[in-house]
């Protein structure tokens, strides 16, 4: 430091600490940017060309046989995202793996073999080039637009991590009892803001929930009147009283969209205006003043909701993009090479 009248000046313990988060913030965003400057549309233009339609055949085949598949690969997805990022490490399959823990035990067979077939018909015309990871994009892109959401461009470039553990998978993911502040903070710490947690619940509009998420919305009430928080549509409670009674089987299922199940559309956040929501953590959105205006603007507008959703996958798909020195290009994406 230069000196004044002969004495050295010294930045204060505050200054210093204040420098100090300057450059790690900077070299942080610099560490992001080169992370996504890694993934781009084109990434297999040269290597594997034809990889998206290889995908889209397989999908396409899938889908005819079971719908499930399209809300299982969305929500595969989304965990493999929100669970030490975008890396493939969710399909990974051997002791103590991610979907042996919490909300990833009922993932969706149906999802997990559609990325094993379409891997299987990568790999058959372009071994050892596209990752696990890419494919679940690609897929989940492509799953979207056949149930009826928007067809967008994924940018690619992934590699696929070389971890997979159950210990990290409970504390990653929201829940079925979560509330406003704790969905924007748990969002928030993976780059995603309040509108695109919104945009990205939207994914709702198709797939089923297990009655264990929500049968305390049921039947947990005090008093001498029900008094549930968020609230319920009366009807729709006794209805979904006789799906799951108190008595329900733990493989009982309900539609988390009941009014259009199988269609990617914006029906489900008028489920939310209809106080028809199955999860606490999707009800309390229309329920929640700070978030119901979004809610009311979807719900309206179809496009909104797409292209809110769109931007927010594209920002969803880019969290934790493994470099060369902590990821590879998975030759079966249930095991690490």
């Known amino acids: 430091m230069r ?10 313990p ?4 204040l420098i100090l988060a300057a450059v790690v913030g900077v070299l942080l965003l610099a560490a992001a940017q080169l992370s996504e400057a890694k993934l781009s549309r084109s990434y297999y233009a040269s290597t594997c060309p034809n990889v998206e339609a290889l995908v889209r ?12 598949a399209a809300p299982g690969t969305l929500r595969l997805f989304f965990h493999d995202c929100f669970v030490r990022g975008c890396d493939a490490s969710v399909l990974i399959s051997g002791p103590g793996d991610e979907h042996s823990a919490g909300a990833d035990t009922t993932l969706s067979p149906d999802a997990l073999d559609l990325i094993t077939r379409a891997k299987a018909a990568v790999e058959a015309r372009c071994a050892n080039t596209v990752s696990c990871a890419d494919i679940l994009a690609i897929a989940t892109r492509d799953v979207v637009s056949q149930a009826g959401g928007p067809l967008y461009p994924v940018e690619l470039g992934r590699l696929d991590g070389k971890v997979g553990t159950k210990a990290v998978v409970k504390h990653s993911l929201p829940g079925p009892a979560n509330n406003l502040d704790q969905l924007n903070k748990l969002f928030a710490t993976n780059g995603l803001t309040q509108t695109d947690m919104i945009a990205l619940s939207g994914g709702h509009t ?3 929930t297990h009655c264990d998420k929500f049968v305390r919305r049921l039947y947990a009430f005090k008093g001498a009147k ?13 209805q979904m009283r006789g799906t799951c009674p108190l008595n329900y089987s733990p493989t ?3 539609m988390l969209d009941a009014a259009t199940p199988l269609r990617f559309d914006n029906g489900y956040y008028q489920t939310l205006q209809q106080q028809k929501g199955l999860l606490s953590s999707d009800q309390v959105l229309f329920a929640d003043r700070r978030s119901r205006s979004t809610v009311n603007y979807f719900a309206a507008n179809q496009t ?16 934790g993009v493994k470099t060369s020195s902590d990821g590879e290009i998975r030759r079966v994406c249930t095991k690490v090479n």
């Open 3 to 12: 000196s004044r009248g002969g004495l050295q000046l010294r930045p204060r």
């Open 14 to 17: 505050r200054q210093q600490s």
């Open 57 to 68: 055949g397989v999908v396409t085949q899938k889908l005819q046989e079971t719908f499930n």
């Open 206 to 208: 198709i797939g089923v």
């Open 226 to 238: 029900p008094q549930y928080s968020p609230p319920m549509n009366l009807a729709f409670l006794r």
């Open 252 to 254: 009982t299922v309900a």
């Open 304 to 319: 909104a909701f797409f292209d809110a959703f769109v931007a927010a996958m594209a920002k969803l798909g880019r969290i």
